[in-house]
Each structure stands twice: as structure tokens, then as C-alpha cells.
């Protein structure tokens, strides 16, 4: 389709699809990662530009990198963490460049909201001496992203594009331009730029350090870091969101915004500086500006003031610079924390019951919906570092424990993110000869991000048909020889499979296979619920235990379990949301006095 014209209200997200159409761009590449993933499942919908789904940042990238060798604009999606996978390519694309414009999205999360970790990615454009932009709101992102392309090609460089959630989720009103006419696709051949041996790399390491000069020469006149008048008193340097924050706190102040944060305009900030009393640097995360305006000389104040973690807000910021003017009456709400929770009928809650019951299993995780199983009342899992870690760790634990390991280590991990990085960990595993088990939570999705494509999944990003890999297969051919499938649901048939893999020594595989009960042909099937028969409740809590959303425990005084009639130690009884509810029957199978039944749904 073609987007709409005129004033639209869009989220960061969705203004950056559009503001890639507008700007030509013919390849893009991502993998799933919140706060990124609305992209490209955006820009997937506009004609004229192929996308795709790829196994993991590192291909995506890859992908796009190929795609801007044959003269098309190209971009790449991926989260804050995916670039850390994407950085091999990374490194080496700002030695290469590019033909037609590179783009890399990066979408960083402070507090993390969906995240392992904090990592502030402008360190990045240092580290591998390419441009960044950072815009500070929906109508500033299409519009620098256009921007970001032109000086890709202008300055033969991949540039990065930060945003953070806030950007990313944020709505706001964008006013829509015309297609730039895709440049045509070709071959050619240049050895010297594209194929990094050590003599051309020495060479193009030199048009680096070039690049870079004229790169902080455009700075000081790139329209997108500006100065924005106001008293001599004080003054601000801020980019992206938190340019909102300052101007929220401080309407009036003197302002410098960058939007391009590397490099920065050493000239323009020296020239601000002199002009105020005081400068205060204001950031999320890392000093990132900070460190780099001090190492010029320029005094500034920056993380004194700022916590170095989380989001930021105007409050903060404001209470971080004049604490004496902001009253408790502007201290924002703490509201109660609401843990997160598997939803009622996920299949990996009763293979991660049949794991809790195993106490000295060490069961070293992995990155999705499923990383809720380290809460409680589960408690099912005693490690998560990163994506497709979980079966290299477990591997490294069997290594270190020896004989005294053996039917302990248990490595989960999701379908996804076995594609995306595990199988060179379970290769390993079976390469070096270990013994821990490899459990794969195949739920026929990549759920954890809103129900996106995967490679083993059956369809591409829009949905259409493609290949499905065959997990069994694809074990097996690694060399792993006992591969069992089992259906989740039933757990005490799960438990007895888990049980004697774990018990046998040797790496094998089992795969936990039932579909996410959010997807639109599970919502659509017709399944019964269930029910708590209370005069049969024992109050024996044992349905309470997997920490479905859907059971909720009601307890009793002793004079109202006389009066029901319950037994007089009972103290209280389970009951099941019939709105809730859906159908797994993981409850019934765990109730022993029949107080779980099934009903029809009539819905």
C-alpha cells in the first residue's frame, strides 16, 4: 500500500517506516526486539520496499549491508542488544562503506522496560567511528532519517539512528513528503573498498579518519544541532528525548540540541558555552556527551546532577537542578508494582511446573516470554544472560561440575531465539560431548514481541507462506541422537520424559511443542474452561502453584469454613476466572479431589 497524505498521528516507530519509504529505501532487514519491532511490521505493508524477518540482528545487517553494496538505500532494525550481535559487520561496514545509503536503527531502553540490560549505544558510533543522529520526537524522526541517508552517501558511511522506548511508543503529529524514486540495483565491482584484507583495510582505515574530519566539519553546520536563544544564566545541552525533558522543566532556558550526537560540533559548543554561566549537560545513561564536551576543555556539569540510570522525566530533571523549587505536591505517583505474568493457558507454564518440582535441577535460561519462569510461584529457572546463552552455559557447567553434574543441567530456550543463536551452542555441546539437556519451547512464534515470524514458524513477515525449518531434523543432523517431542499440556506425561532425559548423561533434546494460546487460530478455536467444584476443594493449592492468572485463591475464617461446611483446618479454597480462562486444563491435571472440571465454552 501507499501511506496516507497530509497530518497523521504517529508513534516514533511509525514515523521512521514512513520516513524510509519516503527516503527510497528498496532492502530492509531486522529481527524482532522491543522497542524496534513495529518498524518494519509497518513498513512491510508499503509497496515498493522489500523486508524481512532474519534469523538475527547479526544477518540483518549483513542483509542490508549487501543491499547497500548493490546501489539501493538500505536499513537495518534491531534493539539496543541486538547491535551488541550485529557489531562484527558493524565494525568492519564503517571500514568498507557503503554505495547506496546504510542506516542501522538502534533503539535503545533505559529502565529497562523489555530488557536484560542498559547499555547506552552512542558508544557505539565512537567505538566504530560512524555518524549518529538521535531525533527527539516522531515528526524529527522521518524527518532525520531522510537526513541520515543523505549523509550515508555524501560521506560514504553506514549511520547509526538511536532512539529509545520513549521515541520508539510515543505518539505525535507527522506530516507526510513524497517518495525519493528508489535508486536502480546493480553490480559493481570494487575489491579495494569491499574486500577487507589487511592491505586494503590499512588503506580504507586512513579514508576513516578523513571521513571523520569532514563528518565534525558538517556538525557545525548541520541544521539539526541548533541553539535555541534564552538567558545567559544557564544553559543546556541535550539530545533526543531528553531535549523534551529540559524544555518540560525549563521552557525559557538557553538550549543547544544535537541531532547528530557523533560527532559533535566542537566549535558551536565551545561557542555556547562562552555565552552562558553555567552549562549543564543533560542525558540518559551514560556521560556520553558529558565526557566528550570535557575532553575538550569545556566545563560543564552533567552527572552530578543526573542519575546515570533509568528514564528520565521533566520532574527529574527538574528536581535534579533546582530541588529546592519542586514541592512534594509535583513528586510523581508511585504506583504498586504489578509483576509480570505468563498468560492463563501458556504452554510453558507446565513445563516449567514439571522443572520447578525438580529442586536440584540447575536450569540455565534464555530470553522470552518464557524468562517469567524465574518468578514465583514457579521459581523455575536460575539463570538468563542473553539471547541463545542458556545452552552454552549449561554446557560450561556440565564442564566444570564433572560426574557430580550429571542429571542436574537443564538449558530452555525458545524456537526463535534457537535460530537466532543457539544451534552453534547446541553444536557445541554435542562437539565437546556434554550432558546437559537442551529443551526447546517451541511455540510456533516469536511471542515475546507481539507475535512475529521466525524460520521456523511457516510464514514470513507478511504473513504469506515460506519454509518452516524442521527442529527435529535440524537436531538430529547436528548429531544430537535422542530428539523427543512433548506436548506440554499434559504434565505428568512432560515430567516423566524430562525426568529420565536429564537422568541419561549424554546431550539430547526435547522439545516442548504447543502453539501460544494468543495466536488469532487459538483465539478463534473452539476449547472448554474450567471451573473450581468448591465443595469438592480441598484447599490443597496445588492448582495455585503453576501461577496461572486465571486461579485466584479465596480464603476462609474458620467459622466460614465450618459454616460452608470445609474441612476446619481448610483455609480457603481456589476459584477460576471463566473470562480468563483458556482450556490448557494444566489445573485439572494437577487436582487430585476432582475439583476442577471442564465446561463448554459457549463463547
Known amino acids: 500500500m501507499r501511506p496516507k497524505t497530509g497530518s497523521l498521528w504517529l508513534s516514533g516507530n511509525e514515523a521512521i517506516a514512513l520516513g524510509a519509504w519516503e527516503a527510497g529505501v528498496r532492502v530492509a532487514s531486522g529481527y524482532p526486539g522491543t522497542p524496534s519491532t513495529e518498524i518494519l511490521e509497518n513498513l512491510c505493508s508499503y509497496e515498493g520496499v522489500y523486508t524481512e524477518w532474519a534469523p538475527n540482528e547479526k544477518v540483518a545487517l549483513e542483509v542490508a549491508l549487501g543491499a547497500c553494496f548493490a546501489g539501493v538505500r538500505a536499513l537495518a532494525t534491531m534493539k539496543h542488544v541486538g547491535l551488541n550481535v550485529a557489531s562484527d559487520p558493524l565494525f568492519t561496514a564503517s571500514y568498507t562503506g557503503v554505495r547506496g545509503g546504510l542506516v542501522v536503527i538502534t533503539a535503545d531502553d533505559p529502565e529497562m522496560h523489555s530488557s536484560q540490560n542498559e547499555q547506552d549505544n552512542r558508544n557505539y558510533a565512537f567505538a566504530a567511528k560512524l555518524p549518529m543522529f538521535e531525533p527527539s520526537d516522531p515528526a524529527e524522526a522521518k524527518e532525520m532519517l531522510a537526513r541520515a541517508f543523505e549523509v550515508s552517501e555524501q560521506y560514504d558511511t553506514p549511520v547509526l539512528f538511536r532512539i529509545t522506548t520513549r521515541i520508539a511508543h510515543v505518539k505525535g503529529v507527522v506530516e507526510t513528503g513524497k517518495r525519493i524514486g528508489p535508486a536502480e540495483a546493480s553490480i559493481e565491482k570494487v575489491p579495494g573498498k569491499f574486500v577487507m584484507l589487511p592491505g586494503p583495510a590499512r588503506t580504507r582505515r586512513a579514508a576513516i579518519e578523513e571521513r571523520m574530519t569532514d563528518l565534525r566539519d558538517l556538525a557545525e553546520t548541520l541544521g539539526e544541532n541548533r541553539i535555541e536563544p534564552g538567558p545567559t544564566t544557564r544553559g543546556f545541552i541535550t539530545a533526543g528525548t531528553s531535549y523534551n525533558y529540559v524544555k518540560e522543566a525549563f521552557p525559557e532556558a538557553a538550549v543547544l540540541k544535537l541531532g547528530m550526537v557523533w560527532p559533535l560540533p566542537g566549535e558551536k559548543i565551545r561557542d555556547f558555552a562562552t555565552g552562558v554561566d553555567e552549562l549543564i549537560v543533560v542525558e540518559e545513561l551514560d556521560p556520553f556527551l558529558e565526557t566528550h564536551i570535557k575532553a575538550m576543555g569545556v566545563r560543564c556539569r552533567g552527572k552530578d546532577l543526573i542519575p546515570s540510570r533509568g528514564e528520565l522525566s521533566s520532574f527529574i530533571v527538574r528536581k535534579s537542578i533546582e530541588p529546592e523549587k519542586v514541592g512534594e505536591l509535583f513528586d510523581p505517583i508511585e504506583l504498586p508494582m504489578r509483576p509480570p505474568n505468563m498468560c492463563a493457558g501458556c504452554p510453558h507454564r507446565g513445563l516449567f511446573y514439571s522443572l520447578s518440582r525438580m529442586k536440584d535441577v540447575f536450569v540455565s535460561g534464555d530470553i522470552g516470554c518464557y524468562t517469567l519462569a524465574a518468578l514465583p510461584p514457579l521459581s523455575a529457572m536460575d539463570a538468563c544472560v542473553c539471547m541463545g546463552a542458556s545452552i552454552g552455559m549449561a554446557h560450561g557447567m556440565a564442564k566444570a561440575l564433572g560426574e557430580k553434574g550429571k542429571g542436574r543441567i537443564v538449558a530452555v530456550i525458545g524456537d526463535s531465539t534457537f535460530i537466532h543463536s543457539g544451534i552453534t551452542g547446541l553444536i557445541n555441546s554435542v562437539y565437546n560431548d556434554s550432558y546437559s539437556l537442551v529443551i526447546i519451547l517451541d511455540n510456533r512464534i516469536t511471542a515475546m514481541t507481539g507475535h512475529q515470524q521466525n ?130 486444563g494444566q489445573c485439572a491435571a494437577l487436582c487430585k479431589f476432582d475439583a476442577i472440571t471442564a465446561v463448554e465454552d459457549e463463547g
Open 455 to 584: 524460520p521456523a514458524s511457516g510464514a514470513n513477515i507478511k504473513g504469506e507462506p515460506a519454509q518452516a525449518v524442521n527442529l527435529e531434523k535440524l537436531c538430529r543432523a547436528i548429531g544430537v541422537k535422542r530428539v523427543t517431542v512433548v506436548n506440554p499440556h499434559d504434565i505428568e506425561a512432560t515430567g516423566k520424559v524430562l525426568k529420565k532425559e536429564i537422568a541419561r548423561g549424554k546431550t539430547s533434546v526435547v522439545i516442548s511443542r504447543a502453539p501460544c494460546v494468543l495466536l488469532p487460530s487459538e483465539v478463534k478455536r473452539k476449547k472448554p474452561v474450567y471451573r473450581t467444584v468448591t465443595e469438592n476443594c480441598t484447599g490443597c493449592m496445588a492448582c495455585i502453584r503453576i501461577g496461572c492468572p486465571a486461579i485466584s485463591w479465596h480464603p476462609l475464617t474458620p467459622g466460614e469454613a465450618v459454616e460452608r461446611g470445609y474441612r476446619a483446618k481448610q483455609k480457603g479454597f481456589s476459584m477460576i476466572s471463566g473470562v480468563l480462562c483458556n482450556g490448557c
